[in-house]
């Protein structure tokens, strides 16, 4: 585990975030397009290294990989956002990526702490359980490390974080439609985390997506007129997941849309433009890492 996570980081030293105008782009960007779009997504290679240590970790279910992503991203959108508070040229944001990227696997491991201990975990992920942990599989972190990046990225979000994961929306969504057979919620959960596994590819199409359809877009008149400042938020992409599992699942899709549309108070056109997209590429993925439910001991 530990000498796949460090391939990565020597690999993709820049890429594990990326601006969301262009996610598959290769060519540079002059610093002031990154100081105008502060939003980042993490990319596929970044995505897989906080799912591996979460299974590491023991919290590789209940959507806390996905959660911790999203809590990565706003970690380094802030500190991106602060960085450009003052005038930059080209070699201090090489530098700056180059020390953000080495302490990704510390910073991952701070939001996989704070996702988790948000759900109902039979064993707290204390400091000295994830230094155990991971010590086991040849990373050393110090415990004063661990515990003050914690706080540091929790501090660094506003003390803020989200109640439910995307898992436990997707399910909740099923319920309030009708689905509610274990098998059925049973898929929900699985496409979930793999809709969030690939999220960064998802975007990418549905900012294609809203070019194409801009009367489509669910969010503000601003961001219609600006494809690129578009977003999927967890509730649509949920809603989605949701509906693409009772697709397969052979229910009465249709009738479906039309509910799930009125009960997230969104478009049907985008809301099933999202489930295409998960049912037609995403539900026979199997190339992601399975979920661990063992607990720390």
């Given at each position: ?178 689905l509610v ?24 199409q549905m ?51 039309h509910r ?38």
């Open positions: 585990m530990s000498m796949m996570i460090f391939h990565y980081i020597r690999r993709h030293l820049y890429s594990f975030y990326v601006d969301k105008n262009n996610t598959r782009a290769r060519t540079k960007r002059n610093v002031k397009e990154y100081a105008r779009w502060p939003v980042l997504l993490l990319q596929s290679n970044a995505r897989r290294l906080v799912w591996a240590i979460s299974g590491v970790l023991g919290v590789g279910a209940k959507g806390v990989p996905g959660s911790s992503c999203r809590l990565l991203e706003q970690y380094i959108s802030r500190k991106i956002e602060l960085f450009f508070q003052q005038s930059r040229n080209t070699e201090e944001w090489d530098a700056y990526k180059t020390r953000l990227a080495g302490r990704f696997v510390l910073l991952a491991v701070s939001c996989i702490q704070l996702t988790a201990k948000m759900q109902d975990l039979m064993a707290p992920l204390t400091a000295t359980l994830v230094r155990s942990a991971l010590l086991k599989e040849g990373i050393d972190l110090s415990r004063e490390d661990i515990v003050a990046m914690e706080f540091h990225v929790f501090r660094t979000i506003n003390f803020t974080l989200p109640l439910w994961t995307s898992l436990e929306i997707s399910e909740f969504l099923a319920t309030q439609v009708g057979r274990r098998s059925i919620l049973e898929a929900v959960g699985l496409i979930t985390n793999i809709t969030e596994f690939y999220r960064d590819v998802l975007e990418l900012k294609g997506w809203v070019t194409r359809n801009p009367a489509g877009n669910p969010v503000s008149t601003a961001s219609r007129r600006n494809p690129d400042s578009v977003t999927i938020h967890n509730l649509h992409m949920c809603a989605g997941v949701v509906l693409a599992t009772a697709r397969y699942f052979r229910s009465q899709f249709t009738d479906l849309v799930m549309a009125t009960l997230t108070r969104s478009l049907p056109a985008y809301l099933k433009a999202i489930s295409d997209y998960v049912f037609n590429n995403l539900t026979e993925h199997t190339d992601m890492p399975t979920p661990k439910k063992r607990r720390l001991q």
